[in-house]
């Protein structure tokens, strides 16, 4: 059964649509003002609907998500999480290549 695709997620119900599922998640915070956020929205959307099946692919606005962003110690944009069962096991700051992204849906 295949995943939402994109999952927006907030400060109100990061818990409960990341945090608790018990599908892996690939998490990314951006802002809308950040150019390498902008570039690489297309690319978190491409892989959301390739990586349906077996991830959630959340977005997460930093400005309008200022608890989670520091929860995380969220500095630099994006900022791309992957979490199994509740806990970070890989993080990835700043603009990074396509290929890069994607690694962390084949190699998590």
């Given at each position: 059964m295949a995943l939402p695709k994109l999952v927006?997620?907030?400060?109100?119900?990061?818990?409960?649509e990341i945090l608790r599922q018990p599908t892996p998640a690939v998490v990314c915070f951006w802002a809308n003002w950040s150019a390498p956020s902008k570039l690489l929205t297309p690319v978190v959307a491409e892989m959301a609907e390739t990586y349906s099946d077996?991830?959630?692919?959340?977005?997460?606005?930093?400005?309008?998500?200022?608890?989670?962003?520091?929860?995380?110690g969220v500095f630099t944009l994006p900022t791309?999480?992957?979490?199994k069962e509740g806990q970070v096991v890989k993080r990835i700051d700043g603009a990074v290549s396509r290929e890069k992204i994607e690694r962390l849906f084949t190699e998590s």
């Open positions: 927006q997620s907030n400060d109100s119900n990061f818990e409960k077996s991830y959630l692919v959340g977005m997460i606005d930093v400005d309008e998500s200022p608890l989670m962003s520091a929860t995380y791309f999480l992957v979490i």
